[in-house]
């Protein structure tokens, strides 16, 4: 009993030293800004660092399928067009800011909920748009995490979460990693992803902070099923939104 005391005591204390904050921001800019020596950098991929050229395959489609075909089934037919969509960074200077928080020696990775099985097309996606984010990975061994709803590995710096909770994944990361950063700047879209990952690494005592990033949120409020339908019907050769319109008869 007073092993289990003690372990509580000591995991609330780590909690309160550990500092936390989570911030709004359009830019990456700010978080290149926040990335300083001895900090650790983990980047969203999907409306963080790259979007579809067109709307299908975006994240704002994937949420809308999701309401119709499942988890399960949104995520069987997205993947399905990530192998052939083609991506965009999602600012100008997006791919520019990475290599220079890398071009520093600070360690960034990717931590996304795509799973595993679009991993080759991912790298292909990033590549695409001049990001490489093995380049300051701090391990370059895959590493698989067993026992998890569905097979979440890091691979070439990336952690493919899947379904996975983020804040689990990148605290098991650290975890097998051995790795101790002074604090660990994370960025996504999704307020859901910044608060599992604060609510984690504050819970481990590590010093965090993260940005709830929205440079594409005006695309997202856009979004049209519509013509998502229709590039989806010409899949063999995917439409641009213009395109998509003017058959959709707009």
Do not use: C
């Amino acid at each position: 009993m007073k092993t289990t005391k003690l372990t509580v005591l000591m995991a609330a204390a780590l909690a309160i030293t550990a500092q936390a904050t989570i911030r709004e921001t359009n830019s990456l800019r700010d978080v290149a800004n926040a990335a300083t020596t001895g900090s650790f950098v983990a980047f969203d991929l999907d409306n963080t660092l790259i979007e579809p050229i067109q709307t299908l395959g975006s994240d704002q489609w994937f949420e809308h399928i999701s309401k119709q075909l499942g988890i399960d089934g949104a995520i069987a037919l997205w993947s399905k067009v990530q192998l052939k969509t083609q991506v965009r960074p999602v600012e100008q200077t997006t791919s520019s800011i990475v290599r220079e928080i890398q071009d520093r020696g600070v360690p960034v990775i990717g931590l996304t909920a795509r799973p595993l099985t679009v991993a080759e097309a991912t790298l292909q996606q990033l590549a695409s748009v001049g990001i490489d984010l093995s380049r300051t990975t701090p391990i370059f061994d895959d590493l698989a995490f067993p026992g998890h709803l569905e097979n979440a590995q890091y691979t070439q710096g990336i952690i493919f979460a899947g379904k996975n909770q983020k804040g689990d994944m990148i605290v098991r990361f650290l975890d097998r990693t051995g790795l101790h950063p002074s604090v660990i700047v994370f960025a996504d879209d999704k307020p859901k992803h910044t608060a599992s990952v604060d609510s984690a690494l504050t819970a481990k005592g590590i010093n965090n902070i993260e940005f709830r990033y929205g440079a594409a949120d005006e695309r997202v409020k856009a979004f049209d099923a519509e013509i998502a339908a229709v590039q989806l019907h010409y899949f063999d050769g995917i439409l641009d939104d213009e395109a998509a319109a003017t058959l959709s008869n707009r």
